[in-house]
């Protein structure tokens, strides 16, 4: 769950794009200004998207806004990034949209549909070691997506501090919030739930991961933000039974990732956690689970 491929990615995309459109009526009156600058601006509306992965906050956003944009898809990862024309390509035949591609890596990706045109620049970046000179200078969004759980509240103060000097609105979606809640329940599903959160807050490259604390941390941070938070449940909701879903599928995954976790953070308790993922893996088709995440933005 913590390696970031594009088998993971478009496993889970179906249940993020769910998600997301539970959580768009929170949003949609505030997203007035980007519109009419993305429809009638001199210059396209500038995007920057942190941890892009293969595009799918372009995917679930730039619909929505509509207009011109050009959006600076930036990733640590150039396997991910080399799978970003592919999964625009598909997503766009299945809009009805076109697509237009240069022969290079650096090469800018066009997207097309009446009343959009998207403009994608791709941009391998470490963000972890993000230099300190780095601005969001003439952009009007800085984005991203399942990222705000995994750094720290450092690096955190660092991005709300650059992009508040920027005068950006900024987006952040499915950050997790610790809810987890399984159908039916199984008498472990506190121990390893314990253990999987003491993992999320592990370094993973940021220092010390905010995990499920990260959105309550925007919120004691308004000031610095200087904006009001805003913000609405964006959560997965998994159920086996669903035949063509996929579902079963992300059920498998979740918990083969959850028992991973709190095996490498309790190797003691691998007995106790090896049974509940048998349990768990037999029950898959007969499973609801609902994953607790937040989309949360700031509308400059």
């Known amino acids: 769950m913590t390696a970031f491929t594009s088998g993971w990615l478009a496993l889970r995309e179906p249940f993020d794009v769910a998600a997301r459109d539970a959580a768009w009526p ?53 396997a991910l990034l080399t799978e970003v024309p592919r999964a625009m390509a598909g997503w766009a035949r299945e809009q009805g949209y076109r697509v237009q591609a240069g022969s290079g890596p650096r090469d800018v990706l066009r997207v097309e549909a009446p009343q959009l045109r998207v403009d994608l620049v791709r941009c391998c970046v470490d963000l972890a070691r993000m230099p300190d000179t780095m601005a969001f200078a003439q952009v009007d969004l800085v984005t991203a997506s399942a990222l705000l759980d995994l750094v720290s509240a450092p690096w955190l103060d660092m991005l709300l501090a650059r992009v508040r000097a920027s005068g950006a609105a900024w987006w952040w979606g499915l950050s997790v919030d610790g809810r987890i809640d399984w159908d039916p329940a199984d008498p472990d599903d506190a121990l390893v739930h314990r253990l999987f959160e003491q993992h999320q807050r592990r370094d993973k490259g940021f220092g010390p991961a905010l995990g499920p ?18 913000e609405a449940r964006s959560d997965w909701v998994i159920e086996g039974a669903r035949a063509g879903t996929g579902a079963s599928a992300m059920l498998e995954a979740l918990v083969a990732g959850m028992a991973d976790a709190a095996l490498a953070q309790q190797p003691a308790a691998a007995d106790a956690v090896r049974a509940w993922q048998a349990r768990r893996m037999a029950l898959v088709r007969h499973t609801r689970l609902v994953v607790g995440h937040l989309d949360v933005a700031g509308f400059a």
């Open 213 to 230: 604390d990260a959105v309550p941390y925007l919120r004691q941070r308004q000031a610095v933000v200087g904006c009001t938070v805003l």
């Open 26 to 78: 929170a949003f949609a009156a505030q997203c007035g200004d980007l519109r009419r600058r993305a429809t009638h601006g001199a210059r396209p509306l500038a995007v920057v998207d942190l941890a892009c992965g293969s595009g799918a906050n372009v995917r679930a956003l730039a619909p929505r806004i509509g207009g011109w944009q050009r959006w600076q898809l930036l990733d640590h990862d150039p």
